[in-house]
């Protein structure tokens, strides 16, 4: 288990079935068991027709866990929301060795295209990068590295969940609260985003002089492996989302390992963002490893984050 970055990415679903599908088509392996009192207060759970879904890949990465909603449940991010718009958890992101591959792939398994796949320059780096989206309202960012090749990474056509993005009102913001749990910036790109990434973004319509981004990715080791991606538009705000800390439908939450979950929360609760706290410090009997001490705050722009004791 990756002990920096996000280790878990949870998700309240009323398709349960299919995307479980698709996770065991790329050899993630479920583990089910019956939703308990604790769970259900954690995370707002309030559809006990179901169970917890706990989805692994045999080798390790990244875990999601899939918890019940009805289909009537709200959105924690509607669908017509456009890509920019700030709140909550924007999006989770996988790489691919075959973009054309990924495309039908996801199609068979209930994703449909929010942006095409195209390719564009990051710094050094070329990328063929494509959105998708389901009916909870969870977008995939699915991303095939061009030029250079990846190096030291070995995945089966897709990899695990590497890292997820939020859109905010301010990247400075959510960037210094994030440094009180350890995470550190480590890619700070601020204009254009070269070739057609500003078509990632839905901002190809915008005048180049205008669709400019604040982008910034952190983690605790300058890792992009369980890495948050933070991004703004300075020229073309939009009002951002309320997303609730507690229930919804989509991507809820993303948990973290801390190596002193005691001495964190003391700093939270000691700074300027202590009224972002969601669930107080306490041993929880959580799924896997997060039955353990924890607690969970919301970011600036409501993004969920659950903060949990790393294992010795």
């Known amino acids: 288990m990756r002990r920096k970055g996000f280790s878990h990415v949870v998700v309240n679903t009323a398709h349960a079935d299919t995307l479980g599908g698709f996770l065991a088509a790329l050899g993630w392996q479920c583990q089910t068991q019956a939703l308990d009192d604790t769970s259900m207060a954690f995370w707002g759970i309030t559809d006990t027709r179901g169970a917890m879904h706990r989805w692994r890949l045999p080798h390790g990465g990244s875990e999601v866990i899939l918890l019940p909603a009805s289909a009537e449940t709200p959105l924690l991010r509607p669908l017509t929301s456009p890509v920019i718009t700030p709140g909550g958890i924007f999006d989770i992101n996988m790489r691919t060795d075959d973009s054309h591959w ?47 090749p990846l190096e030291g990474i070995q995945f089966d056509r897709m990899s695990d969940i590497f890292n997820s993005t939020q859109m905010v009102t301010s990247v400075e913001r959510t960037l210094a609260f994030l440094q009180l749990f350890g995470f550190e910036q480590f890619v700070d790109h601020r204009g254009p985003l070269p070739g057609e990434g500003a078509r990632v973004l839905q ?102 984050l659950d903060f949990y004791q790393c294992p010795n």
Request: proline share 9%.
């Open 102 to 148: 990924a495309c039908a792939f996801l199609e068979t398994h209930g994703w449909r295209e929010l942006v095409q796949p195209v390719a564009w320059q990051f710094g050094a780096v070329e990328t063929k990068e494509g959105l998708f989206i389901q009916d909870d309202g969870i977008v995939l960012a699915v991303m095939q590295r061009l030029h250079p």
């Open 203 to 304: 901002l190809e319509d915008q005048p180049v002089e205008t669709a400019h981004v604040r982008l910034s990715i952190a983690h605790p080791a300058a890792a992009m492996d369980g890495s948050i991606e933070l991004i703004d538009v300075p020229a073309h705000p939009l009002p951002p989302i309320d997303v609730p800390a507690l229930g919804g439908r989509g991507l809820r939450a993303l948990c973290i390992p801390l190596e002193n979950a005691a001495r964190s929360y003391e700093r939270l609760m000691g700074s300027e963002w202590s009224d972002k706290l969601i669930h107080p410090l306490a041993h929880r009997q959580l799924p896997g490893s997060l039955n353990t001490v924890t607690f969970s705050v919301v970011a600036p722009d409501g993004g969920r």
